[in-house]
């Protein structure tokens, strides 16, 4: 079982960063691939960035590449998501998430989310 809380979120500019976090307990967040999702008002749940086991592979969603940068840190079980350039289209709750296998993009290969954080990008 691993449970996933995240942080960081509030409100930003458009233009300006923000940088998510999500620690993990248990003692196997190396063994897991990890995501990031977001889910503004009124749309499904999309993803948005995720990162191999070791953190050398990463894997973005067209609409943040080049903007968002995902990054693990095994030793305190934490991975986060660095956010610059925001949008306000970057608005959403921002769900991190733990997968067993694969599948990378696909909410359904996720096996623990956390309860989300709010990131709000005004105009």
């Known amino acids: 079982q691993v449970q996933l809380v995240e942080s960081g979120g509030g409100l930003v500019q458009a233009g300006g960063s923000l940088r998510l976090s999500c620690a993990a307990s248990?003692?196997?967040?190396?063994?897991?691939?990890m995501g990031w999702f977001r889910q503004a008002p009124g749309k499904e749940r999309e993803f948005v960035a995720a990162?191999?086991?070791?953190?050398?592979?990463?894997y973005y969603a067209d609409s943040v590449k080049g903007r968002f940068t995902i990054s693990r840190d095994n030793a305190k079980n934490t991975v986060y998501l660095q956010m610059n350039s925001l949008k306000p289209e970057d608005t959403a709750v921002y769900f991190c998430a733990a997968a067993r296998g694969g599948g990378v993009s696909r909410m359904s290969a996720y096996d623990y989310w956390g309860q989300g954080t709010q990131v709000t990008v005004s105009s």
């Open positions: 248990g003692r196997t967040f190396s063994s897991y691939l």
């Open positions: 990162l191999s086991r070791s953190g050398g592979s990463s």
